[in-house]
């Protein structure tokens, strides 16, 4: 009972992220995710010395970073551990902090900024501005706690999806051009090896959340009333 009270708001978000999971009200969610992986592939390259030429993700939940040196073996694994990463402190911060319109803002100026630099492609393009004026507009005029509500939905929607997606790409159909298959290619091992890997460290992040992250309490309460039981 105690779970229930303390947790109720996460517990009903995430059974009705399950719920509508294959229906198009979530396909911009997941599209989102889809660019964080991307993003978080643009951040690798950059932190190792490339460069990157261009970013862009489409309406059937596909992506595609196109760069120049780097650190492969960081770059290629950056993708689906780097977006999960990416969702789960998220998660965390808007559970934990009061820092979520400030973060949401980053996160949309970030966005931006990527679409600016590195996508060409209409949809890529459109999704990236829309997405990050959305995110910015949001944070600097709306009360917190949607910005604390975005920010839990995006969180949850990358825990759900990065696993699952993962099992897709490398494991069910280890025959796609993934980037786990580029890794096994380049620095050995099997394709559904990098998954699995890559699995586990994913349920090993998702584990850490969920029992370092939460708290007692993670519900949402009104701005004049403390989130979190003393």
Partial sequence: MALLRGHWQLIFLTTLLFALWQTPVVAPLKIL??????????IAILATGGSV????????????????????????????LGSLLLGALLF?????????????GVLGGIILLTT???????????????????MLAIARFLPRDYSDLILRVIGLA?????????F????????????????????????????????????????LCLRYGLGADSNIRPANKSRYRT
């Avoid at 965390?92 to 949401?104: G, S």
């Avoid at 600016?116 to 959305?134: D, K, M």
């Fill in 92 to 104: 965390v911060a808007a559970v934990r902090t009061q820092a979520d319109r400030a973060i949401l």
């Fill in 168 to 207: 897709s790409d490398t494991i069910q159909r280890s025959n796609l051009r993934s980037d786990a298959r580029m890794l096994a290619e380049e620095f050995g091992g099997a394709t559904v090896m990098w998954g699995a890997l890559w699995i586990v460290l994913s349920l090993g992040v998702l584990a």
């Fill in 33 to 42: 995710i889809v660019y964080l992986h991307e993003l978080s592939h643009v």
């Fill in 158 to 166: 990358s825990m759900i999806y990065v696993p699952y997606d993962i």
């Fill in 53 to 80: 030429e261009s970013l862009t993700v489409n309406a059937s939940e596909g992506g595609l970073v196109i760069s120049r040196g780097g650190n492969r073996f960081l770059s290629l694994s950056a993708g689906y």
């Fill in 116 to 134: 600016v630099f590195y996508s060409r492609e209409p949809f890529a393009v459109g999704f990236g501005l829309i997405t990050g004026l959305g």
